[in-house]
């Protein structure tokens, strides 16, 4: 039973209509991959031809019924043959496909305008879509990706079976059944039309399968990535949830790090684990997160498995998983490092002899003191000190010995300040001592105590036993405008009427002058 070849074509154009929707579709979703344009392009094409082949008996304009219908039919399998080239990352071969239209083109011409003769015309566009067919099918096989094998060998063999089969077509055409009419509904009139319905429908389902294959392998190895940049990164990575800061992923830079593994952590939160040293330094790194999304080197102090702390660099982001908020943080362990910046710090800022503060460090620490006990009104003073006769110490028993009664002095001065006084070794055997909310009177009664334990405090230097003396002169901030330098000007001025008249004694100069 034959059916009408008008309905035929109005339900492949219908089809291909659909076809468009579905693969306009998949262009919307995946831009990022090139091709999938010229697809829809192909199936709209396709679907425009077979609308004008319906209007042969309402216009009798054979460029447009005939000629430019035909063309469009013809053109759909061509820009799906460059979409699926792009689609591969491969160039078309453009010679062919030039080639190709130009015999179809100068062909249709004259079997239309020289020579009606619809049998020709026929064989013309069956000829010409078998060749882009037939190519389109070898340059999958050949261009196919791995991760797209099965997709591609199934488009391939869609392609393959309609190249064959409008190649049967053919020669069908020229040998045993001639085409009067169009529409004409012989037996392979109709198998021609229900074969390219069903095939186009095949092609659709085959090349979405292919999207959905690439756009999966890319997700699997996308992922791959992460997980081996998640793994192999020294530093400890870890995921959380923001909400209640429990595990969800670590790498083994973490259980490096801590010394905890997989099944110590994961279902469990971060304070479960004991993991920070201060709680609030998590919440902190949770308020920066809530305010602007990611926080950048904010140093903290971490417990290990084993007890012991390390010090860490953390940064992390927000980001979703699974529709809720997690955190991905990296933190690098700076233990070390730290260690390393205090000890040179402390090698600026301490004398080397005796571990108190050098010149530097004391001129700061002053100077800091200086405005606040102008902007608190406080009493200030300062008392500077000179170890009585050390060149000649050092003259008669070695500059060991020197350095023994530096030292002895500057513990013993340390045993009797207060944790909120600066002693300092300027340099030499010149001290400083600065003691806020103190006045000369005060400083006075220190110092003298500090001078008559050191002179009952016996001190063996080769075999002889020597007492230890000292100078020193004291002064109190004057006014708010005065300087550091004057401060110490006048303190200075005081250990020098100290030494004048005798040394071993201590000289009070009036804050005033």
Known sequence: MNLDIRTLDIVVSITNFLQVMVIFLQYRVNKAYQGIGWWVLGFTSMAMGYVFLL????ISIKLITIIFANALILLGPTFIYIGIMRFLDKKENRGIVISIFAVFILSFFYYTYFDDDITFRTVIV????TTILLLTAQSLVLNKTRSIT?????NAAVLLSNGCFFAVRTVVALTV????????PTMMQTVSFLFIFGEGILLTFGLIIMVNQRLNAEMREAKEHFELIFNTSPDAVLITRL?????VGINEGFTALTGYTRADVIGKSTLEVNIWKKPADRQQVVTALNEKGFCDNLEAVFQRKNGSQFTGMVSARIFALQGRPHIISVTRDITERKRL???LEKLATTDDLTGISNRRHFLELAHSEIIRA????HPLAIALIDIDYLKQINDTYGHAAGDQVLLTFAKTCQERIREMDVFARLGGDEFALLLPETSCEQVYVAVERLRLALATLPLSLAGKTISITISSGIASLGSKEESLDTFLARADQALYRAKEAGRNRVTVEDALG
Do not use: C, K, V
């Open 55 to 58: 209007l042969r008996d309402l």
């Open 243 to 247: 909400h209640d800061g429990y595990f």
């Open 341 to 343: 910046q205090e000890e």
């Open 150 to 154: 099965a997709s591609a060998y199934f």
């Open 374 to 377: 102008i902007r608190l009104n």
């Open 126 to 129: 069956y000829a010409a879509a």
């Open 177 to 184: 059944d001639p085409i009067n009419s169009l529409f004409t």
